[in-house]
């Protein structure tokens, strides 16, 4: 059996994805937004965050709402809002298990 798209996204394509959850943007909005959201912590550089774009648009998660020169600007789809509270909850059961077992 074939793994599913995206199974699991990396931190750098939850944070891409999180950065849509309120607003539209383009790509250094959501460079800059990742940045600050994580303390500096995750960094998006413009392949990384090019790359996940594409394969975000190409996937349905996201779609492209308006072009000026070379910004475009992106908005989340209900695929896309489905997939970010997919991840979501496997990140609370994987803390979960962390602390279940912690507890130990």
């Known amino acids: 059996?074939?793994?599913?798209?995206?199974?699991?996204?990396?931190?750098?394509?939850f944070y891409a994805l999180m950065s849509f959850l309120r607003q539209a943007r383009c790509g250094t909005e959501i460079a800059e937004w990742v940045r600050l959201r994580t303390r500096d912590r995750v960094?998006?550089?413009?392949?990384?965050?090019?790359?996940?774009?594409?394969?975000?648009?190409?996937?349905?998660?996201?779609?492209?709402?308006?072009?000026?020169?070379?910004k475009r600007t992106y908005q989340l789809t209900e695929a896309g809002r489905r997939r970010y509270e997919e991840e979501l909850a496997r990140l609370r059961a994987c803390i979960a298990d962390a602390e279940e077992e912690g507890a130990l």
């Open 43 to 70: 960094r998006l550089g413009p392949g990384t965050l090019y790359t996940i774009l594409a394969k975000f648009e190409e996937e349905g998660f996201l779609q492209e709402t308006a072009v000026e020169g070379r």
């Open 1 to 13: 059996m074939g793994k599913k798209a995206l199974e699991n996204l990396t931190e750098s394509m």
